[in-house]
């Protein structure tokens, strides 16, 4: 699965995390971008778009819409056993895999200190918060994410029972600027990722005039 050294670089799709307290845990770098990647997005419509809304609000609008992305990520460590890597050859693909559902574990300092804090009666436990995670897949699409789950497929094995290959479906939902606030960082990010959009309906509209316009002229000719 080596790529030709005349291949062009691609960027890597991601999933990171962003955690101060262990930042290099919070990164997963696509080792192989998948081949497809498969968006719902449901409008936020005035009466839940059931018909139900007030004379005059049909296309009012409350909000962003609800968006999920689906992408199949692949996982695979025949390069590196090949080079007789020494992770690779003690653990397989374990570490990849532990990157990759970390980002749905609250992390251990956090519930233990909470728990430690609360049988002394010092705090009210509250749930850990988890760190803003960015999906990344190019530089048009950098949008924040609350990952909905993680399904894993182990497909192969060393000697020592530890995964050699394995196939992973993700399913993230995009988080607006109605969950997380216009001025949080999450926020601000999705905000900037719509106006890339409209700057991009923008580009095409003027495209697809433009392009009407030649063939009118072409036929007036």
């Known amino acids: 699965m080596s790529e030709s050294p005349r291949s062009p670089r691609l960027m890597k799709g991601a999933l990171i995390a962003v955690d101060p307290a262990n930042p290099l845990a919070s990164v997963v770098l696509f080792q192989y971008n998948p081949d497809t990647l498969t968006r719902s997005i449901t409008p936020n419509m005035s009466g839940g778009g059931s018909g139900g809304q007030s004379q005059g609000e049909a296309l009012r609008l409350l909000g962003p819409p609800e968006e999920t992305i689906t992408v199949d990520v692949e996982i695979d460590a ?98 607006n600027y109605r969950d997380l606030g216009l001025a949080s960082a999450g926020g601000a990010l999705f905000m900037a990722h719509q106006i890339v959009k409209e700057t991009m309906a923008t580009m095409n509209g003027v495209a697809a005039l433009s392009g009407s316009i030649s063939i009118s002229a072409g036929i007036g000719g």
Not at 126 to 131: I, K, L
Request: charged share 15%; no cysteine.
């Open 78 to 175: 025949t390069d590196q056993l090949e080079s007789a890597q020494p992770q690779a050859l003690a653990l397989g693909i374990h570490p990849a895999l532990a990157a990759l559902e970390m980002l749905v574990y609250p992390k251990s300092a956090v519930v233990i200190a909470s728990e430690v804090l609360a049988a002394v009666g010092m705090i009210e436990v509250v749930p850990p918060e988890a760190p803003l995670t960015i999906f990344v897949w190019g530089p048009a699409r950098v949008v924040p994410v609350r990952v909905s789950s993680v399904s894993i497929t182990e497909e192969a094995f060393d000697t020592a029972l530890n995964p050699i290959r394995a196939h992973a479906n993700l399913t993230l939902r995009v988080l």
